[in-house]
């Protein structure tokens, strides 16, 4: 059973650059066909799509958020990484990582996994 775990500092200063991490386990980032994403909830509003990185590596971007964000991976650790830079408290969410059978996951299938989120506040 595939099981994604976020990681990375709760709270980054305005300007600055978030950094979160996603564990793997259960299963490899490289298997066929899984695309690997972030997603993020800030407070009272929807969830937000951020990017992905493909089983074969290619990246995905929000038009909205393609300026500021790097989505890389680590095969060795079977990890993923987000890098959003330039944060502003408009960026304060919860960060959640997904894998799903899109570069933008649908909830309602059933290869939707989402790690538990992490909570990112940007103060200063």
């Known amino acids: 059973q595939v099981q994604l775990q976020e990681s990375g500092p709760g709270l980054v200063k305005p300007s600055q650059t978030l950094s979160l991490t996603c564990t793997v386990s259960g299963g490899s980032i490289t298997t066929n066909y899984y695309y690997w994403s972030w997603i993020r909830q800030p407070p009272g509003k929807g969830l937000e799509w951020m990017g992905a990185i493909a089983y074969s590596g290619s990246t995905y971007y929000s038009p909205s958020l393609r300026s500021r964000t790097s989505i890389s991976r680590d095969t060795s650790k079977n990890q993923f990484t987000l890098q959003l830079s330039s944060v502003t408290p408009e960026d304060t969410a919860v960060y959640y990582c997904?894998?799903?059978?899109?570069?933008?996951?649908?909830?309602?299938?059933?290869?939707?996994?989402r790690g538990q989120g992490t909570q990112v506040t940007v103060s200063s």
């Open positions: 997904v894998r799903g059978r899109q570069p933008q996951p649908y909830s309602g299938s059933d290869s939707y996994v």
